[in-house]
């Protein structure tokens, strides 16, 4: 019985509750619905610190409050709430990651970088590549040009937009044109939107995706599992030279 108490008392510590709150809730599960007195004796604690403890465990679902008259009894709930708190973490750790994955590249783009070296990011995953073009938009909304040029390869416009599907609205919206130089065929027409084909012929198996965009160029891929990934590069060298060899290409098409 005591391995009991110190293995339910461990848990939820480990899941966030504080030593008096699991001792209050192993108090609770070993009494039927009682006062905080009965409680506070059963557990040792005074009672300030159970009733405090009890506030939590009742936010958490794991304790029932029931009303007699004036006074407040309580009874601990099935230990299977535990299952719904840790599930609900999970969720929330979920949430959390994706906004770390948003926030952390942004973050690190605000920090100074080595006078004259590029800034390399490395995203993965599809909240990576949403990543990548929320950067797009909000690159090209501040330029005096508000535009970008794009190399469109066929075989990987599928995975591009399917977390991110109202970015050409957004586009639009923020008046953001766009030149695009499509490897393959495909590609559907939009506002503010001009597009240019290479001959299916000319694709040699090419697997990415192009973005040039003020002083950044972004390659977003494919992995072997069909992981979407992409690398962006900020350096106002390598950006112009890939905007001059895209425009001598636009120009000849």
């Not at 969720?91 to 590249?105: G, M």
């Not at 990548?132 to 090209?140: G, R």
């Not at 979407?228 to 895209?246: C, I, K, N, S």
């Amino acid at each position: 019985m005591n391995n009991d108490r110190v293995t339910v008392q461990k848990l939820l510590q480990d899941i966030g509750f504080s030593p008096a709150e699991s001792e209050t809730y192993w108090a609770l599960l070993n009494l039927e619905t009682v006062s905080i007195r009965k409680v506070a004796e059963q557990s040792g604690i005074n009672r300030g610190t159970t009733y405090d403890a009890i506030k939590r465990l009742l936010a958490a679902g794991l304790v029932h409050a029931r009303k007699n008259g004036e006074r407040e009894y309580y009874s601990a709930e099935s230990p299977e709430k535990i299952y719904e708190i840790i599930r609900e973490q999970r969720k929330n750790l979920v949430d959390i990651h994706r906004q770390a994955q948003v926030l952390i590249p942004e973050l690190l783009a605000k920090k100074a970088r080595p006078q004259g070296r590029p800034l390399v990011r490395y995203y993965e995953n599809d909240e990576g590549v949403v990543t990548i073009l929320k950067d797009v938009l909000s690159t090209c909304v501040q330029l005096d040009n508000p535009q970008y040029r794009v190399y469109s390869s066929r075989a990987i416009r599928q995975y591009l937009y399917r977390k991110f599907p109202q970015f050409t609205e957004r586009r639009v919206a923020d008046e953001i044109s766009v030149l695009a130089i499509a490897i393959g065929e495909g590609g559907e027409p939009a506002q503010l939107s001009e597009r240019k084909w290479l001959d299916p012929s000319d694709e040699y198996g090419v697997n990415s995706y192009t973005l040039i965009y003020g002083d950044k160029v972004a390659h977003i891929s494919i992995s072997d599992d069909l992981t979407p990934y992409g690398v962006v590069v900020e350096d106002h060298g390598t950006a112009a030279m890939q905007r001059l060899v895209f425009d001598k290409i636009w120009a000849a098409l």
